[in-house]
DNA sequence: CTGCGTGGCATTTTT
DNA sequence: TGCCACGCAG
């Protein structure tokens, strides 16, 4: 190695290698063979595995084209891929085109082998890939069909349980079940009819992406040989967070030679209950004895302080290995523990201390708010907008989740797809065309008896050409017309972008008209996000074509880039914004400033009441604040509430175990105040203006929020009418829906629906 | 077939 | 508390 560097110009190797510490530069510097590198949060992680993709290309260990990293998230692996090419470029004069790296998540790594080798398993080049939701719909829909009661079995834990043996390893057919009895007998009727229609609409879900790609490589050697001799080096990001099925898929793919360098912290392993399996990292030398193993355990990102408290705490859990997170950085602030009323109080009390650190010069893109449950946010971000403070949310409500896009999509997709069976049944009677559950049984009964899909069977009763004959009463009229509609989306295809095919499919339809025709802020809302969603295909149609091969627009294509990318990737981190997430969203990331709300007993540690926590399950709660606790830079801010209204009941709350774990030498406390609490209240929206008649605070009684008084008079509210509000000011009343609630359009803050009961409008 | 009202029921979610 | 799924009436 060292001879061929004499090729290169070393100077810029000595520089890059110079950036990093001992153990990082071994890490880099180590040649062939299996390698684990053990990184601590925070210990530049991404920087080793990016400069040991560079440095194996520099010195000629490996070719470009030899090489395979993977990731979970898209995030990461566009990171990866960045800082690799700025690297070979900038650094060391190596120019690259980006297809010449493979670099990738898994998912689609796995779709890309599949999209050219899955023909070997019987699988068309463009399978649709269905998400969560096409897959729970698809797991009722072969409940019904099997007569399983919904009811008895909650479709949801059959798919969760389908998903759990996909990510062992495991189909219907290999799959040997260890229970028994008659909920095991259904669920495995299930399981395979479900597998069953899979095939028939030839669509994948994500388990299945990385369960038939360990099929083909199983079933199919010479295939698998062919990836084998070519991949001289397989480098796997957050190795702590592989499923088996990834394990399996990564062991495969590594050649005799035993090039695998894998990257991990299994105290950072916070995703086992979707199947992560921390014994793979914890075992990682079992597996491949020769390993090499390096420890980053220097620290660059927080004070002394959050690095040392959060080490105290993650010291509790058994399931890791032995390593100290050390940092030279200053010591920095003490840790704020606040106690708060209540979540309410809470909420008041995060803002007041964000606003301090706004005060201060922080800005507030670099200022973040954590938490275990999405539900934890709304509180938050009711201070959030009467105080009228910028806000991100990472998560929650998903944009392709949303009706109307999914709708759009499952459009798209059965005209890409005509076998896909669960878009057909999502679409055929939307926007309302008279074709009822009636039909689309005998449908899919019929469908069945032939073996075809729905599309197929519509085809081959309606078509031009008909071959069978089936009864379909009185729906034939309004099934025929859909035939002919979708006939003619799926002929005009070829010569459309997908952008315009989306713009045919919602006139075609009538689904725009229909939405138009309804004059509600709610089909409003949702026009809208037709438009957004339009105008990504277009953002999609310019970042594509050009030259290269791989990068057509098809309508395949997009469909296949946004079945694999999350809500997170939509997000502008540098956006002068407060950013909200669950804490699971956090990771990866950092900010100057981390609040973390919630730590309460039940909460986080979440424990699900209807079930025994198991002491496994507290270790990866600890693993979650200790993720959280080590995003924090300069400043850590934990908090926990006395009294929570969940589901509409307050309880009294006991503090985290977690907060017992941290000595008090790194944390300042705060206690709740009976002041506090009142002034919550004060603050608390829909309140009028305090000083509007000169009464200030006395209508607020002890603990009386004096907010809930009902309706606030009897004001005859109308569209049209127009009112003030305590904090958004002038409006207009757009619509009235039933006694409580309207919608109002206020003028430089939006639509918003509000409840009177809760709000003092004044009629203006 | 469609629209509306009541009751049951709630984690985290890289892809 | 707020959402979604089911049941019934038109």
Not at 3 to 9: I, P, S, V
Not at 110 to 132: E, Q, W
Not at 337 to 344: P, R
Not at 476 to 502: H, I, T, V
Request: proline residues 4%; negative net charge; aromatic residues 10%.
């Amino acid at each position: 190695m060292t001879q061929r560097q004499t090729l290169f110009d070393i100077g810029s190797l000595v520089d890059y290698l110079q950036k990093l510490n001992g153990p990082q530069r071994a890490a880099v510097e180590w040649g062939a063979g299996p390698i684990l590198i053990l990184a601590g949060a925070g210990s530049g992680k991404t920087r080793v595995l990016t400069s040991r993709i560079a440095h194996l290309i520099q010195t000629r260990q490996a070719d470009p084209t030899q090489i395979f990293a993977v990731t979970f998230t898209n995030k990461a692996a566009a990171e990866m891929r960045h800082r690799v090419h700025t690297l070979l470029n900038e650094e060391m004069g190596i120019h690259l085109e980006e297809r010449d790296l493979w670099v990738s998540t898994f998912h689609s790594a796995c779709v890309r082998i599949l999209r050219s080798h899955g023909h070997f398993l019987g699988f068309p080049n463009h399978f649709t890939i269905y998400d969560d939701s096409d897959q729970l719909s698809l797991v009722k829909a072969c409940m019904r069909e099997l007569n399983v009661s919904e009811t008895t079995f909650s479709p949801k834990s059959i798919q969760g349980r389908i998903n759990k043996i996909k990510n062992e390893g495991y189909d219907a057919s290999n799959y040997k079940s260890t229970y028994g009895g008659p909920f095991e007998d259904a669920f495995l009727r299930v399981f395979s009819r479900y597998t069953e229609a899979l095939k028939q609409s030839a669509a994948m879900d994500f388990g299945d992406l990385i369960l038939q790609t360990v099929k083909l490589f199983t079933e199919h050697p010479n295939v698998l040989k062919a990836f084998q001799d070519r991949l001289g080096h397989v480098l796997v990001d957050e190795y702590q967070d592989t499923n088996r099925c990834q394990y399996l898929l990564v062991k495969k793919l590594v050649s005799s030679a035993g090039n695998i360098c894998v990257v991990g912290d299994e105290d950072q392993s916070i995703y086992r209950w979707r199947g992560a399996d921390i014994s793979n990292i914890l075992n990682f030398e079992k597996d491949y004895p020769a390993a090499k193993i390096f420890k980053l355990e220097e620290n660059y990102r927080s004070t002394r302080n959050i690095i040392e408290a959060a080490s105290r705490v993650i010291a509790n859990n058994t399931e890791r290995r032995d390593k100290t997170l050390f940092t030279n950085n200053t010591e920095g602030d003490k840790i704020l523990l606040s106690e708060a009323y209540d979540e309410h109080d809470e909420a008041f009390k995060v803002i007041s201390d964000i606003l301090n650190g706004v005060t201060a010069g922080e800005s507030l893109n670099q200022i973040a708010v954590f938490y275990r449950t999405n539900a934890q946010s709304r509180v938050i971000e009711d201070v959030l907008r009467t105080k009228g403070i910028q806000y991100q949310i990472y998560g929650g409500l998903k944009f392709y989740d949303r009706l109307e896009v999914k709708d759009s999509l499952a459009y798209l997709k059965l005209i890409a797809n005509p076998s896909d069976d669960v878009s057909f049944r999502r679409i055929v009677n939307v926007p309302p065309r008279g074709i009822g559950n009636v039909t689309l049984e005998r449908l899919m009964d019929q469908a069945r008896v032939y073996g075809v899909s729905l599309f197929s069977l519509l085809e081959k009763s309606l078509g031009p050409e008909p071959t069978i004959t089936v009864d379909l009463g009185r729906s034939r009229k309004s099934l025929l017309e859909f035939y002919n509609l979708m006939a003619g989306l799926r002929a005009a295809k070829p010569s459309l972008l997908p952008s315009d095919l989306l713009n045919m499919v919602l006139e075609e339809t009538n689904y725009r008209s229909s939405l138009q025709k309804e004059d509600s802020v709610e089909a409003q809302s949702r026009l809208e996000n037709l438009a957004e969603l339009r105008q990504g295909i277009v953002e999609y149609e310019l970042r594509s074509g050009g030259d290269d091969p791989n990068k057509k627009i098809t309508l395949e294509t997009y469909l296949e880039e946004i079945a694999l990318v999350s809500d997170l990737d939509r997000y502008d981190p540098t956006a002068p914004a407060l950013k909200l997430m669950t804490i699971h969203m956090a990771k990866g990331l950092e900010f100057d400033r981390v609040h973390i709300v919630g730590l309460e007993e039940e909460l986080f540690p979440n424990i699900r009441s209807w079930d025994a926590a198991e002491p496994s399950d507290i270790e990866e709660e600890r693993r979650l604040l200790y993720v959280g606790m080590t995003r924090a830079r300069k400043r850590l801010f934990l908090y926990f509430a006395k009294n929570r209204t969940v589901f509409g009941t307050s309880h009294f709350r006991v503090e985290s175990r977690f907060l017992e774990e941290i000595p008090k030498e790194y944390l300042e406390t705060k206690k709740a105040d009976y002041f506090t609490r009142r002034r919550h209240y004060l603050d608390r929206p829909g309140l009028p203006p305090r000083s509007a008649h000169g009464e200030e605070y006395s209508q607020v009684g002890d603990f009386d929020p004096g907010f809930e008084q009902g309706p606030s008079d009897d004001e005859d509210l109308r569209a049209g009418s127009k009112v003030e509000h305590p904090i958004f000011g002038l409006g207009i009343v757009r619509q009235v829906l039933g006694d409580d609630k309207i919608v109002v359009e206020f003028r430089g803050r939006g639509t918003k629906k509000i409840s009177r009961k809760f709000t003092q409008l004044r009629e203006v």
